[in-house]
């Protein structure tokens, strides 16, 4: 079962994880779903899916209010409950700096952003607003990469990210980036979607199960 997923506006600068009450990052292995292709290429790419669950999961005793609204599946693969929205800080003569929305139901996995992200930066911020706009555009690929990173570099420097530190991550990402860009463009051609139609309601549900039914996606 599910529910039918409604797009609607949200402001900027706060996080919070809607909790999975049935789920436990203590459960034993064999409790757990197998590794859904996503994980996997997490893990292909150096980044820690039990670290991201850790800092993304540390929201939830902060007490944000919106907008950026998750909750997830069984693996540590999230979804948006609203849409979030970037602005660059300032005008550019650069049309893909533009505003743009990520929709309420994306579904992200974080595996564009490098391990020195999750390293660098403790989950007591909102950085993770940036990992989720650089996974978009990495997902559906509207601009070019070297525009989703420096999206990515400015959207750091709006949540007051050290300057070193936003160096560092934008580096790691330029030199890492390409492969899960390539990868996002493989599973694009295959079909994958990443945009929900509709939410689960089971907490038990694995990305993989869900991914098996073309219904519970928008068509975009």
Known sequence: M??????FSGSFFASRLVPNPLLREDSAPEAR??????????????VQPDVISQWMSAWNTRGYQGPLVVSRFREPI????QPI???????SKNKLMATFTVPKGF????????QVFWSLLRPDGNYAYSAVLHDYLYWFQS?????????????????????????????AVRLGGGSSWDDN??????????VLAKFPDDPTISWSDWQKDKGNFASS
């Not at 599910?2 to 797009?7: H, M």
């Not at 779903?33 to 150096?46: C, D, R, V």
């Not at 579904?107 to 490098?114: F, H, Y």
């Not at 463009?185 to 990443?194: D, L, T």
């Open 2 to 7: 599910s529910t039918t997923a409604s797009a």
């Open 143 to 171: 601009r070019p990469r070297e525009v989703a990173d420096e999206i990515f570099r400015q959207s750091m420097k709006d949540f007051r990210v050290p300057s070193s530190t936003v160096e560092a991550i934008h580096a």
């Open 185 to 194: 463009a493989r599973r694009k051609a295959r079909g994958e979607r990443r």
């Open 107 to 114: 579904v992200t996995d974080l595996t564009s952003i490098p």
């Open 85 to 91: 929205k970037w602005k660059p800080a300032t005008t």
């Open 78 to 81: 999230y979804f948006l409950y």
């Open 33 to 46: 779903a197998p590794q859904s292709p996503t994980s996997s290429a997490a893990s292909q790419q150096g």
